[in-house]
């Protein structure tokens, strides 16, 4: 079956460290892929998504690509900040009527 | 304005009662979903309605009842509540199934 796995948490790096997320999917043919965030207390927001191999996807500095070779979607950020802690959701949809599938999702914690 | 709203925001209540969570969307989406979030802040999918029509009934106990008055509103009724209800239930919409879903902040359930 369809399904999303992401590195281990939690991921604590210093402000202005680089980020990788690492997120690979199993999926016949060509899910869209997303990423969600979730800050504490709150509900999940979209990140970023892209939906056919090769496509980036970006937004805050965020960034994924798309591929279909390692079937991976990790997402990267050049330079943290403490308001990106928060627990970081990859997810997929592939012709289920909408059902997105995630991963366990991976907490970051940013100190100053 | 609130894209995808859900009320209420906290729910504490005792074994065996009935409770209702209501979720409103004014994105003029088609489709609504209920997804659950355990305490590892597992996600998944429990329902998706697409213009009032159930499309996804993921085995969840027929405790729960979803209701789709119209395509903006899709309502949560949970039966006999149990303590493995206790959890944090998120509303979502999309404007079709293959497209990024947006998320309501969600509500908390307590079941004691």
């Known amino acids: 079956g369809n399904s999303v796995t992401q590195m281990e948490g939690p991921v604590t790096l210093s402000e202005e460290a680089f980020l990788t997320i690492n997120c690979t999917y199993t999926?016949?043919?060509?899910?869209?892929l997303f990423w969600y965030v979730q800050y504490p207390g709150e509900g999940l927001q979209l990140l970023l998504k892209?939906?056919?191999?090769?496509d980036k996807g970006s937004n805050k500095g965020f960034e994924a690509t798309y591929r279909k070779e390692t079937t991976s979607f990790h997402l990267e950020k050049g330079s943290v900040q403490v308001s990106d802690s928060a627990v970081y959701f990859c997810a997929l949809i592939h012709n289920q009527g909408g059902k997105l599938i995630f991963g366990q999702g991976t907490e970051l914690s940013v100190k100053p | 304005d609130t894209a995808v709203s859900q009320t209420p925001k906290y729910l504490v209540t005792q074994m065996g009662n009935d409770k209702s969570i209501k979720c409103e969307q004014n994105l003029g989406h088609d489709t609504m979903y209920w997804y659950k979030q355990d305490s590892k802040k597992f996600l998944k999918i429990m329902f998706s309605y697409n213009n009032k029509e159930l499309i996804i009934n993921e085995t969840v106990p027929n405790r729960f009842s979803p209701k789709s008055p119209d395509k903006a509103h899709l309502n949560l009724h949970i039966n006999s509540l149990e303590l493995g209800d206790s959890a944090v239930y998120f509303c979502?919409?999309?404007?079709?199934?293959?497209?990024?879903?947006?998320f309501g902040p969600g509500t908390r359930l307590l079941v004691l």
């Open positions: 999926a016949t043919g060509y899910p869209s």
């Open positions: 979502a919409s999309s404007q079709d199934d293959r497209g990024a879903q947006y």
């Open positions: 892209a939906t056919k191999a090769d």
